[in-house]
T-cell receptor
Framework: GNSVTQMEGPVTLSEEAFLTINCTYT??????LFWYVQYPGEGLQLLLK?????DKGSNKGFEATYRKETTSFHLEKGSVQVSDSAVYFC????????????FGKGITLSVRP | DTGVSQNPRHKITKRGQNVTFRCDPI?????LYWYRQTLGQGPEFLTY????????KSRLLSDRFSAERPKGSFSTLEIQRTEQGDSAMYLC?????????????FGEGSRLTVL
């Protein structure tokens, strides 16, 4: 079946540090890939997405590239801010199944001033 | 605020009792989803509605669980004869009516604690 594996957390960084959060997936066909974020006290919201191999999703300074050869969709940001502190979830949607998302476990990011 | 609204936000109940959660999606959205999230895990898909039709149910949704969306607007999720293993955050999300891009708009969730 489909699955998403995220690196173990939590992650604590200083402001302006470089961020990488690893995500790999298992799926048949050509899934769409997503990063969702949950800020404290808020619901999950879409951060970025990519729908085919080699696509790069980007938003709010975050980027992730759909790598089919390594089945990965790692999230990166060049300089994190305190306001980026949140829980980050990698997710996939199988081909044709649209929003029936399979999520990873999530990882908590804390950014220190 | 016109986001997805869920209530109650918290529910504590004794094992064996029935509970019902309500979800009000974004008004123009025709697709509605229920997910369940337990501690340390990501959300897991439970069921999906397009308008009033329940189009898919996960195997996670046992016979004690029932979801409805009677008029294609709000939805309810009822759990009968609750068990301690039902303790979780129940998330509602909506999307649409345009082409499904995988972007879901989530509510803040309803947390269930079964004693």
């Amino acid at each position: 079946g489909n699955s998403v594996t995220q690196m173990e957390g939590p992650v604590t960084l200083s402001e302006e540090a470089f961020l990488t959060i690893n995500c790999t997936y298992t799926a048949t066909g050509y899934p769409s890939l997503f990063w969702y974020v949950q800020y404290p006290g808020e619901g999950l919201q879409l951060l970025l997405k990519a729908t085919k191999a080699d696509d790069k999703g980007s938003n709010k300074g975050f980027e992730a590239t759909y790598r089919k050869e390594t089945t990965s969709f790692h999230l990166e940001k060049g300089s994190v801010q305190v306001s980026d502190s949140a829980v980050y979830f990698c997710a996939l949607s199988p081909t044709g199944a649209n929003s029936k998302l399979t999520f990873g476990k999530g990882i908590t990011l804390s950014v220190r001033p | 605020d016109t986001g997805v609204s869920q209530n109650p936000r918290h529910k504590i109940t004794k094992r064996g009792q029935n509970v019902t959660f309500r979800c009000d999606p974004i008004s123009e959205h025709n697709r509605l989803y229920w997910y369940r999230q337990t501690l340390g895990q990501g959300p897991e898909f439970l069921t999906y509605f397009q308008n009033e039709a329940q189009l898919e149910k996960s195997r996670l949704l046992s016979d004690r669980f029932s979801a409805e969306r009677p008029k294609g607007s709000f939805s309810t999720l009822e759990i009968q004869r609750t068990e301690q293993g039902d303790s979780a955050m129940y998330l509602c999300a909506s999307s649409g009516p345009r082409r499904d891009t995988g972007e879901l708009f989530f509510g803040e969730g309803s947390r269930l604690t079964v004693l």
